[in-house]
């Protein structure tokens, strides 16, 4: 048996149909429109007909798409705008005021801060002075005396205070 090379060449696998009939001519009444996707090319920039104006419209909007305004191309810095400082907590009387002043909790921290030796910064000192300074004024107005109500909080402590009444005992009533 002889020996047959291979080769790329394929042969036709099936005969035409009917392909000695001639192809039926198209009918160009018969075409369908063909669909179109999206806009015609072009139409933002093409040129814009201003000057075609009937009686009818006064004006005609030019059709291109997009804004008119013209952009800046230097950055301008922007101007410092401050935020408005919150008003002041109106109070009633001095006894509320001062009850506010007392439960502070930032005047409180900055107190802790100040007993335990450690420095702070310059507002914040400014900040104590103020309140403490208001603290006193409204001391002052309600008729309320520190170093007495100091005074009596100590002794108070020693009444309290079973070691302290322990020394203060004297034996010989006990005799």
Not at 148 to 167: H, I, K, T, Y
Request: with cysteine; glycine share 4%.
């Amino acid at each position: 048996m002889a020996r047959i090379k291979k080769s790329r060449k394929v042969g036709r696998i099936g005969v035409p149909k009917e392909s000695w009939a001639p192809r039926k001519p198209k009918d160009p009444n018969n075409t369908k429109p063909k669909k179109h996707k999206g806009n015609p090319s072009g139409s933002r920039h093409s040129a814009v007909e201003l000057n075609k104006q009937t009686p009818q419209q006064p004006k005609q909007n030019d059709p291109r798409v997009g804004s008119k305004k013209p952009i800046p191309l230097i950055a301008e810095p922007k101007e410092f705008i401050s935020k408005p400082k919150p008003s002041k907590p109106k109070y009633f009387s001095p006894a509320q005021e001062l009850a506010e002043l007392e439960n502070n909790d930032r005047l409180n921290d900055l107190l802790d801060q100040m007993d335990s030796g450690a420095t702070l910064r310059a507002e914040d000192k400014s900040y104590v002075e103020k309140k403490l300074a208001r603290h006193r004024e409204l001391c002052e107005l309600l008729g309320i005396n520190l170093e007495s109500e100091a005074n009596l909080g100590q002794e108070e402590s020693n009444e309290d205070d079973p070691f302290a009444r322990f020394e203060s005992i004297n034996i010989d009533e006990y005799k």
